[in-house]
């Protein structure tokens, strides 16, 4: 089993910056091959933001937030960040970490343990 807790999330004006992180814990986190972040505004479906490998750290991001969130891990730590600057009112939504043993892919199937979320509110 892992367990992932998310933190980080809040209330912000449009550009503006938050930082999410993700601690991961669990007896079989060791088989864990990749990480990523989500979110779900109401009324949508919850939808791949970034993606990383546990690994080497190769990077996947959404067309909509390319340039602007970057996606860190720290080993170490077991924790995965996801650093977003130049907020804007349409990436209002719960952001969920997620984690994998298999492929690392963008679609929530191929996620195997799921953190409680985090609400991200940005005001216009």
């Known amino acids: 089993q892992v367990q992932l807790v998310e933190s980080g999330g809040g209330l912000v004006q449009a550009g503006e910056s938050l930082r999410l992180s993700c601690v991961a814990s669990?007896?079989?986190?060791?088989?864990?091959?990749?990480m990523a972040w989500f979110r779900q505004a109401p009324g949508t479906e919850r939808e791949a933001v970034a993606t990383?490998?546990?690994?080497?750290?190769?990077?996947f991001y959404a067309d909509s937030v390319k340039g602007r969130f970057t996606i860190s891990r720290d080993n170490a730590k077991n924790t995965v960040y996801l650093q977003m600057n130049s907020l804007q009112p349409e990436d209002t939504a719960v952001y969920y970490c997620?984690?994998?043993?298999?492929?690392?892919?963008?679609?929530?199937?191929?996620?195997?343990?799921w953190g409680q979320g985090t609400q991200v509110t940005v005001s216009s």
């Open positions: 997620a984690a994998t043993y298999g492929n690392v892919w963008s679609v929530k199937e191929a996620y195997d343990y």
């Open positions: 990383i490998t546990w690994i080497r750290g190769s990077a």
């Open positions: 669990g007896g079989t986190f060791s088989r864990v091959t990749g």
